[in-house]
DNA sequence: ACTAAAACATGACAAATATCATATCAAAAT
DNA sequence: ATTTTGATATGATATTTGTCATGTTTTAGT
């Protein structure tokens, strides 16, 4: 768990063109950090001096819209990186970061990105890889958000955390958010949210215990309109 | 208006970073090309060997929803580059480019692009910085197109052509848009954008002549709820 | 200038979604 | 174990937005 070398989550992520000198210079990589469920990793607003890279556990990136809901933009797993955008752009951060459940992230400084962004082409390759991939989804969820209705968004929403995130062993979703953060995800109302479940689950197409959701026809859910 | 280093756009480009040599060796960008107004530049599921940098006109990147709806993603300008996410992702393109006026754009070559991330960090980085740019615009857009009321994100278009695009002689908006391009911006049914922009005419907070918009009050535009 | 086609406009109504109220359930605290 | 709090659930209703119909205006083509 010690030295970034060794660290799995390194094939996975945007370091993974870095050679083994360049990782054993991230000094302050060496210690990673835990973080409880609901506890915030940095704010919209804050000053970021490096980027997180996620070792185990899940996160939400959100955003406070005007109106005093948040949205959330991106959920963020293992290997993916954060606040790399903010990093680049050099700018306080545009999104919020909550962990979603027990998490474990290391903290790599601002300079040792820069460095490497000047001195290794394929590792600003990937990082660029990476931005490019963000981009794109993130100009989809526009067209879903604008062109389709709550229904389907919250269908597809169940469909990209099944595929994304996986099953645990009694094969329920492995990332489980409140009926609140669901609609934060979806971009509605709570109590809409919590109908269209309940709807979901009438028409056989989850099933839930408690907070936990079974997704029992997976291409049902694909026909939502 | 022949070579890349005399072009004016290249100050305000990506490609700023590109020395006087790199750029002459961008043999492909040695002509332009013009695209008259209406026509396709390329379209979702294209694959584009190298990037467009537009010298002259506007431009709407757009996605074709499963409703058979458009949805306007970005509008694009003088000295932004069409492309390149589609290039460095390495696979086909995400969005349809349309032109909005006559437009002259003159196409960079794959190769130039890459060899040029590979040999020049600062262009790298420069590309880094614009696409982190257009991810945190995109991340805006999905927060207000989930939270906001159609009024809203159509004031907020108004003024976003306002402050970005500028205004004619008249005063009119320099960008001119159909209501069908004006719902699609903002991703409501060509109907409502009419009825909206109608109440903005009532309202004071706008005049129109024809096609063309005139903001006549700023401020009210903000306030609008 | 005339015609055809497209864009704009508006009413009437339907559907989707938000809001408010209230009830139930589950988890946490004492 | 009991209380308290927060999350889930659902009904009733208001608001927003979409759809369809239809008329008018503008634009483009001959």
Do not use: W
């Not at 933009?73 to 962990?99: C, F, M, P, T, Y």
């Not at 790599?108 to 600003?124: M, Q, R, T, V």
């Not at 389907?152 to 994304?164: C, G, M, P, W």
């Amino acid at each position: 768990m010690s030295k970034c070398e060794q660290c799995i989550i390194r094939e996975f992520s945007s370091l993974k063109s870095l050679s083994k000198e360049e990782l054993l210079s991230i000094s302050g990589c060496k210690t990673s950090k835990f973080i409880k469920k609901g506890e915030t990793i940095f704010e919209e607003g804050d000053t970021l001096n490096g980027v997180y890279c996620v070792k185990d556990g899940i996160c939400k990136l959100s955003k406070l819209s005007a109106n005093g809901k948040d949205q959330i933009v991106k959920l963020v797993v293992k290997g993916d990186l954060l606040g790399q955008r903010s990093l680049i752009s050099d700018e306080a951060v545009n999104l919020s970061a909550v962990a979603l459940n027990n998490m474990e992230v290391c903290f790599i400084p601002k300079a040792e990105i820069f460095g490497n962004l000047k001195n290794n082409s394929d590792f600003s390759m990937d990082m660029l890889k990476q931005m490019a991939h963000d981009l794109k989804e993130s100009d989809n969820v526009v067209v879903n958000m604008a062109q389709k209705s709550v229904k389907q968004r919250l269908a597809e929403a169940l469909i990209y955390i099944h595929n994304s995130f996986g099953l645990n062993n009694q094969g329920f979703l492995n990332v489980v958010l409140s009926r609140e953060d669901y609609a934060s995800v979806v971009g509605t109302a709570t109590e809409s949210a919590i109908r269209v479940l309940s709807q979901f689950k009438k028409e056989n197409l989850i099933s839930t215990s408690g907070k936990q959701i079974k997704i029992e026809d997976l291409e049902g859910l694909k026909r939502v309109e």
